[in-house]
Nanobody, 117 residues
Framework: QVQLVESGGGWAQAGGSLRLSCRYPRMILSTFTGSTMTWYRQLPGKQRDFIAEISHARSTRYEDSVKGRFTISKDNGKRTVYLQMNSLKPEDTGVYYC????????WGKGTLVNVSS
């Protein structure tokens, strides 16, 4: 049973933009609304690194290298969290994963972002 659907990755040139989405189609609305969601990035052979987080109250925090360029947001009615990525850099390349604290042991397949110089 699919717990989440990640999408929006692809190819972009440096300076370009992409928007990632992560939808939880089976999650009860109250659970989604009350959860904290986090985006991570992983390179081959590397650990997953924190990128951005949004709390149930919509407070946000970002990894230093993406501050001012990336924006995390959510649409409770759509059970979806977004990551708007602007001014992309080659070092933003990687597989992006979203994580919901209501599903602490569940990871999706991720969505691949490739940024060329």
């Amino acid at each position: 049973q699919v717990q989440l659907v990640e999408s929006g990755g692809g190819w972009a040139q440096a300076g370009g933009s992409l928007r990632l989405s992560c939808r939880y189609p089976r999650m009860i609305l109250s659970t989604f609304t009350g959860s904290t969601m986090t985006w991570y990035r992983q390179l081959p052979g590397k650990q997953r690194d924190f990128i951005a987080e949004i709390s149930h109250a919509r407070s946000t925090r970002y990894e230093d290298s993406v501050k001012g360029r990336f924006t995390i947001s959510k649409d409770n009615g759509k059970r979806t969290v977004y990551l708007q990525m602007n001014s992309l850099k080659p070092e933003d390349t990687g597989v992006y994963y979203c994580k919901n604290d209501a599903l602490p042991d569940y990871w999706g397949k991720g969505t691949l972002v490739n940024v060329s110089s």
